[in-house]
């Protein structure tokens, strides 16, 4: 028994809270990594990022000080098959510097066919994670939280995770196209940003069949700026989670997910 599932589902969510990114180091690193695949027989590849940047008490430091500020981004892309014909173009672009608005630290972009010989089936996985957490600060900035009084600026804790996630599952016949960017590292002025894209599509008029996942969360933790005496400046004043899954299996003729996150002192 077969299933068609004309699908476009379009998601958009944009988080407005405070997290606040620290700078990029003054050694910088840039790389990128480019494949371009026209195989039939095994595929065996796989991409994996973790990235960890500061500012403020060294990450051997168990102890979290005032102003301290981190930012965890882990990147992770997979694609095995056991046979089939694979067609893929894909290039991942890192830089660790501070990003403007307009700009991301990583960016992974891939466009994919699959068609199945003698049975043989493809497997993927995509998955984008950024977590930025920050103690208060009373650091003289040019910019003000919306919470601070005439006489004092005082930026409170938080702790934000978001992730975006894909899974291809014993596909026999696909056309896929993923785009992935994160901004992770900017200083108090830059917003920090996750976008993801998938879409899932016939080849030729011939539907995609198999199994398609998507998940998208997220977790939001703020504190709140108020009188110092009443020290609420570390504790959770306000929180925020979402989750947004999909699941397809059959004949996949359009299934089309997008998400978007953006976080900061200014959006």
Known sequence: MRWSYPLILLILMAGVSADRLPPGMPETQVFSIGSTLSVTGITDQSTQMDWTSSRGSPLESTTFNSSDLISLVQYHDSLMGNGGTVVEVKNFDFGSGSQSRSMYNIESEKVLTYNSREGSLLLGSETLMMDNMGNSTSDSLPIRCVFSDQNAILMPAFCNIVQAKSDLININQAKVSTKGE?????????????????????????????????????????????????????KTAATNSWKDKTEVAGEVRNLQKTFGYVSGMRV
Request: a neutral charge; proline letters at 2%; hydrophobic letters at 40%.
């Open 182 to 234: 994160i901004r992770s590292a900017g200083g108090f002025s830059t917003s920090a940003a996750m976008n993801y894209r998938i879409a899932v599509t016939a080849d030729k008029n011939v539907p995609a069949h198999g199994t398609v996942r998507t998940e998208f969360a997220g977790s939001i933790m703020e504190a709140r700026d108020t009188n110092l005496s009443e020290n609420t400046w570390y």
